[in-house]
């Protein structure tokens, strides 16, 4: 890990890309898709329900099969503990793994750092989503919509969510090499390195398997936004936080990009391989 004494190259650059990518994938797979969903089948193994199937398809929509007790016997706690399982159980675990290492943080620990940070996107991603589907379909945030909690508080949650989230990508970007004196095309390409490249790879997928594309178009359109707005705000909020904590950027060595883009790319074939995609009827 050598600390950089001048702006990246393009090959630095490429690297740093393709080392952010591979830790986005692997930590949004792990968190945001594999714990989410395993922990809104644990909220319903809570009430009774026997877990069947997890759906964790990276290019679908995530899911669960469950044989659960009559509404009755589940009760309205049970059904919003399951419903909103996704975010009790999944969130708090995503951000412990990042706190956990964030005071030995280095480019080759980026598959975990990133943790928190995808976990809170998915979780606006979750609001957005809940509240624009409710009452059609109900899921997640849905559930607290459907026990009377008021919409305006849904949506503090989300906007905090992505003000949380965007504060601690910029926080992470040095250990990709990018320094706060780098040009701001530089800071945008490696932040649109994230979440644009991953939703236009599950909008052709989702295509070539004949699903309509109105959804996931609109959430490759919400990357592109999010990366820019990302970026628009990383040199303020570096500023900031070097009164408080500093991290140097660094070079990452061809090892931690390797083995970043590795775990990420080679999580994402495993898993689409491995379970069909599903979505709800």
């Not at 690297?15 to 989410?36: C, D």
């Not at 080759?108 to 809940?130: E, R, T």
């Not at 509240?131 to 919509?145: A, H, K, M, R, T």
Request: proline share 6%; with cysteine.
């Amino acid at each position: 890990m050598n600390t950089l004494s001048q702006n990246l190259t393009g090959n630095q650059l490429v690297r740093s890309m393709l080392l952010f990518f591979g830790a986005f994938m692997f930590a949004f797979l792990v968190n945001t898709v594999i714990m989410h969903e395993a922990g809104h089948a644990f909220g319903g193994v809570l009430f009774g329900c026997k877990l069947k199937e997890l759906y964790i398809n990276p290019f679908g929509t995530g899911g669960w099969y469950s044989e659960c007790p009559s509404p009755l016997t589940m009760g309205s706690t049970g059904k919003v503990i399951q419903g909103m399982g996704g975010t009790i159980f999944g969130l708090p675990i995503s951000i412990a793994f990042t706190l956990l290492l964030w005071r030995k943080r280095r480019p080759i620990l980026l598959p975990v750092l990133m943790s928190a940070y995808v976990a809170f996107i998915g979780n606006f991603l979750g609001v957005l989503d809940s509240v624009q589907n409710y009452p059609g379909f109900i899921f997640d945030y849905g559930w607290l919509l459907h026990i009377g909690v008021p919409s305006f508080v849904i949506w503090v949650i989300g906007i905090a969510s992505l003000v949380i989230g965007i504060i601690l990508i910029n926080l992470l970007i040095p250990l990709a090499g990018i320094g706060i004196t780098e040009p701001f095309w530089k800071v945008l390409l490696l932040h649109l390195s994230t979440w644009p490249p991953y939703l236009l790879i599950r909008l052709l997928y989702q295509v070539s398997a004949g699903v309509k594309i109105s959804g996931p178009l609109s959430f490759f359109i919400f990357g592109i936004i999010l990366a820019t707005l990302t970026a628009v705000f990383f040199r303020p909020i570096l500023k900031i936080a070097s009164r408080f904590t500093n991290t140097q950027h660094v070079l990452p060595s061809a090892r931690a990009v390797w083995l970043g883009f590795g775990l990420g790319a080679g999580l994402t074939v495993v898993i689409a391989l491995s379970v069909p995609i599903w979505f709800p009827q």
